[in-house]
Nanobody, 113 residues
Framework: QVPLAESGGGLVQPGGSLNISCVAS????????MAWYRQSPGKERELVAQ???????NYADFVKGRFIVSRDNTKNTVYLQLNSLKPEDTAVYYC???????WGQGTQVTVSS
């Protein structure tokens, strides 16, 4: 098991922005892909964004043009910048390491006026 620790969630108004981050406690962070998922009440967990170890990114259609995934391999950290937030973006956001098949505890993002 590789510990993943998310932080940065919170309450934001529609149209606002938020940055969340995830620190991975692994010595091989720099050579593994990372991903962000989210889960809303009553819905299945869904993929939001992926980033390869080299920084190539992939986004779900519902966040393209609004969210940005990035990483800092010197800090073992992956980030998700959430822009132009909508109420339907409200969810628990999870960090995931596909290689290690591990998940963080999640961070709550609530978009509401």
């Amino acid at each position: 098991q590789v510990p993943l620790a998310e932080s940065g969630g919170g309450l934001v108004q529609p149209g606002g922005s938020l940055n969340i981050s995830c620190v991975a406690s692994t010595s091989i962070f720099a050579i593994v892909a990372m991903a962000w998922y989210r889960q809303s009440p009553g819905k299945e967990r869904e993929l939001v964004a992926q980033i390869s170890h080299q920084g190539d990114t992939n986004y779900a259609d519902f966040v393209k043009g609004r969210f940005i995934v990035s990483r800092d391999n010197t800090k073992n950290t992956v980030y998700l910048q959430l822009n132009s937030l909508k109420p339907e973006d409200t969810a628990v956001y999870y960090c995931h390491s596909p290689f290690h098949n591990t998940w963080g505890q999640g961070t709550q993002v609530t978009v509401s006026s």
